[in-house]
T-cell receptor, first 119, second 111 residues
Framework: GAVVSQHPSRVICKSGTSVKIECRSL??????MFWYRQFPKQSLMLMAT?????????EQGVEKDKFLINHASLTLSTLTVTSAHPEDSSFYIC???????????????FGPGTRLTVL | KQEVTQIPAALSVPEGENLVLNCSFT??????LQWFRQDPGKGLTSLLL?????REQTSGRLNASLDKSSGRSTLYIAASQPGDSATYLC??????????FGKGTHLIIQP
């Protein structure tokens, strides 16, 4: 199956700093990528949807200026948490799909996640 | 707004038992429903995907059913093994591509 990677897998940062998380599709072209956040013992919550070459669509309650998403190529999307605070500590997971393939398979491929801890 | 509920939240059973995990969703206008497995601190592994027009899907010891009109799905695990221990997540896809997840069922299979 298709592989999606995330980097870094873990990051610890000080409050007020910015952190960039990368999501890469390794063996397919991801026309669409999704970013989810998961707090302990909670559901994964969709944060935003990004289509290659266009601005991301954010879910209600997610701050666009706080969580910057860039999807500049068909294999890479980045999520930047700006001026991170302890309440941003969470598990961030991306997923990717190829829209042409998804018509047949309808499958999203998930990355392994990034654990962010803000001190 | 779509809401997905999973029952039970946690389950611990002896090895070898058959078990059923339940998922319900509030808006029956779904495109598909998917069951995932998540190991501690890890990403997601897709187990089964059921299209809205389908009633069930099977993969090995796993069987998932879907009753779209009543907003319910079940995941049946036959002859459970310790390696099945994980959190099982149910997710539905509505009109957009993003998924709405339940909180999961934390499953422990005792050796």
């Amino acid at each position: 199956g298709a592989v999606v990677s995330q980097h870094p897998s873990r990051v610890i940062c000080k409050s007020g700093t910015s952190v960039k998380i990368e999501c890469r599709s390794l063996d397919f072209q991801a026309t669409t990528m999704f970013w989810y956040r998961q707090f302990p013992k909670q559901s994964l919550m969709l944060m935003a949807t990004s289509n290659e070459g266009s601005k991301a669509t954010y879910e209600q309650g997610v701050e666009k200026d706080k969580f910057l998403i860039n999807h500049a190529s068909l294999t890479l999307s980045t999520l930047t948490v700006t001026s991170a605070h302890p309440e941003d500590s969470s598990f961030y997971i991306c997923s990717a799909l190829n829209r042409e393939q998804s018509i047949r398979t309808d499958t999203q491929y998930f990355g392994p996640g990034t654990r962010l801890t803000v001190l | 707004k779509q809401e997905v509920t999973q029952i039970p939240a946690a389950l611990s059973v002896p090895e070898g038992e058959n078990l059923v995990l339940n998922c319900s969703f509030t808006d029956s206008a779904i495109y598909n429903l998917q069951w995932f497995r998540q190991d501690p601190g890890k990403g997601l592994t897709s187990l089964l995907l059921i299209q809205s027009s389908q009633r069930e899907q099977t993969s090995g010891r796993l069987n998932a059913s879907l009753d779209k009109s009543s907003g319910r799905s079940t995941l049946y695990i036959a002859a459970s093994q310790p390696g099945d221990s994980a959190t099982y997540l149910c997710a539905v896809r509505g009109g957009a591509d993003g998924l709405t997840f339940g909180k999961g069922t934390h499953l422990i299979i005792q050796p």
